[in-house]
């Protein structure tokens, strides 16, 4: 007997939730940002979680709207053992001027993985503005 999707689920057995997930991410790839954060938004409330939050703080970086992206890249963050999430996280906070906020992000993502180039990089950016500051 064939698989019978039932309803709301679709033919690969999505959940509506997880329909709104792929649908956002669909829009998050064709640059649709704005959209895709209101999409991602509709799952995350349907269905918390970690990936959801990320991308949709990520939309927001995206769209430069980054105090948005603060609370849902730090309960990614919290969520989730990832590295991508505060590195995300300190990429927003170093935006915002938020300096020690963002060195503490990063030590989150480094500390997760001591070898994310780009952690490493940002790390870099603010060792060298802290030095700018004090000349």
């Known amino acids: 007997m064939p698989f019978q999707p039932q309803e709301p689920f679709d033919e690969r057995g999505r959940s509506p939730d997880g329909q709104l997930y792929d ?10 940002f704005d959209q895709a954060a209101e999409v991602f938004h509709q799952s995350a409330v349907a269905f918390p979680h970690f990936k959801t939050y990320e991308l949709l703080g990520e939309c927001y970086m ?25 590195l995300l996280l300190a990429e927003t906070w170093l935006e915002l001027g938020h300096h020690a ?11 997760r ?17 802290s030095h700018e500051d004090v000349v």
């Open 113 to 129: 993985n001591p070898k994310y180039k780009p952690a490493l990089l940002v790390r870099e950016r603010l060792q060298s503005s």
């Open 23 to 32: 649908r956002a991410r669909e829009l998050m790839t064709g640059g649709s």
């Open 62 to 86: 995206r769209l430069k709207r980054f105090p948005e992206a603060i609370p849902y890249l730090a309960a990614a963050t919290t969520l989730n053992r990832g590295f991508r999430a505060p």
């Open 101 to 111: 906020e963002a060195t503490e992000a990063v030590d989150i993502a480094l500390s």
